[in-house]
Each structure stands twice: as C-alpha cells, then as structure tokens.
C-alpha cells in the first residue's frame, strides 16, 4: 500500500483551511489583517536575509581578490 504525497497535501490544507476559518470566525476581520501582516513581514525579513547573504557573498569574493 503506497502512500499517495497528493492524498497527504490535500488531507493537511483541507485541515488548514478549516483552522483558519475557524480562527477567523473566532477573531473577526482583524484576524485578517494580522495575517496579511506576518506574510508581508516574513516576505521583508525574507529579502533582507537574501540581500545580506549577496553582500556577505561579495565580500568574501572581495576579500580573496585582495590576499
């Protein structure tokens, strides 16, 4: 008996959905708000982590050009 990873996903956002739905109705509308916020806050620390990991990059090419 194989177990089918499309089942698996489908299964945990039918549970997901139904938490956040659940969670909405127990908060409101400002429950959207909050969750509008944290994506935009882990898109912002996302890309600053990434521009941080290219200047770091850079310095190290920087740092061996000059020994």
Same mark, same amino acid.
């Given at each position: 008996?194989?177990?089918?990873? #499309? $089942?698996?996903?489908? =299964?945990? !956002?039918?549970? +997901? $959905?139904?938490?956040?739905?659940?969670?909405?109705? +127990?908060?409101?509308?400002?429950?959207?708000?909050? #969750?509008? =916020?944290? #994506? =935009?806050? *882990? *898109?912002?620390?996302? $890309?600053?982590? !990434?521009? /941080?990991?290219?200047? %770091?990059?850079? /310095?190290?090419? /920087?740092?061996? %050009?000059?020994?």
């Amino acid at each position: 008996m194989a177990i089918d990873p #499309v $089942q698996i996903t489908e =299964m945990f !956002l039918t549970n +997901l $959905q139904s938490t956040f739905e659940s969670l909405s109705y +127990l908060v409101g509308g400002v429950f959207g708000v909050y #969750v509008i =916020m944290g #994506v =935009m806050s *882990w *898109w912002k620390n996302r $890309q600053l982590m !990434l521009v /941080l990991t290219d200047i %770091k990059s850079e /310095l190290v090419k /920087l740092n061996k %050009k000059r020994k």
